[in-house]
């Protein structure tokens, strides 16, 4: 079984940065995309960023320029680093691991006022 434990979440004002980590355990294999994605109250689950094992990553439109991800293949980590923080960008935020089967964090709340 795999775990992933998130860190990081938190409350901040407009124009802080957090930083959210997600360390997986258990019997991994053949990883090849961690992510994070964020949800707010009715709305469905949103990509915010993802990256391969070779490091290849891919971010929202809506993020790109202010977040940053990234991970240690070896540590089985992935970090996102978050700057210039909107209201907007309010939500539970959640790790993603691909791995012949996809597997979930928790989610962790993070809350930006203005």
């Known amino acids: 079984q795999v775990h992933l434990v998130e860190s990081g979440g938190g409350l901040v004002q407009a124009g802080g940065s957090l930083r959210l980590s997600c360390a997986a355990s258990g019997s991994i294999f053949g990883i090849n995309v961690m992510g994070w994605y964020r949800q707010t109250p009715g709305k469905q689950r949103e990509l915010v960023a993802t990256?391969?094992?070779?490091?290849?990553?891919n971010y929202a439109d809506s993020v790109k320029g202010r977040f940053t991800i990234s991970r240690d293949n070896a540590k089985n980590t992935v970090a996102l680093q978050m700057n210039s923080l909107k209201p907007e960008d309010t939500a539970v935020y959640y790790c993603?691991?691909?791995?012949?089967?996809?597997?979930w964090g928790q989610g962790t709340q993070v809350t930006v006022s203005s």
């Open positions: 993603r691991l691909v791995a012949l089967r996809e597997y």
């Open positions: 990256i391969t094992s070779t490091g290849s990553t």
